[in-house]
């Protein structure tokens, strides 16, 4: 097992699991402490209904339920319809891994546990 860091969230996280399991990354949307902790004209982009100087509260409404994905979000689950290549049964070679959604910029090895 080895333990990761997301470069986009700063989320860490171990893969495989304890138990085995591959684990495929996905960054959370951003959080509303998040959006307010963005300087002003980068939130005004992602909601231009809001005034030029806008409360967290006014925020908050604005974003409401709706979700925000964060800019170079990683999603390292594998392409929907990938097909791995055929291999012989006696082919020893390392199988290329599949590939993931976005798996750019890459993740941080932070040591293995
Ligand atoms: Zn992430």
Do not use: W
Not at 15 to 40: K, N, R, T, W
Not at 78 to 97: A, E, L, Q
Request: proline share 18%; charged share 15%; hydrophobic share 40%.
């Amino acid at each position: 097992m080895a333990r990761f860091r997301c470069p986009t969230c700063l989320g860490v996280y171990i893969d495989p699991q304890p138990e085995g399991s591959l684990y495929f990354h996905v960054c959370p949307p951003l959080s509303l402490a998040e959006l307010v902790a963005m300087p002003a004209a980068a939130v005004l982009a992602l909601y231009p209904s809001l005034p030029p100087l806008f409360t967290p509260e006014q925020l908050a409404a604005a974003v409401g339920a709706a979700s925000v994905t964060r800019a170079g979000a990683r999603n390292e689950n594998i392409v929907p319809g990938y097909k791995p290549p055929f291999r012989d049964p006696g082919d020893t070679t390392p199988v290329p891994p599949a590939p993931a959604i976005q798996d750019q910029p890459p993740r941080i090895l932070l040591g293995n546990v």
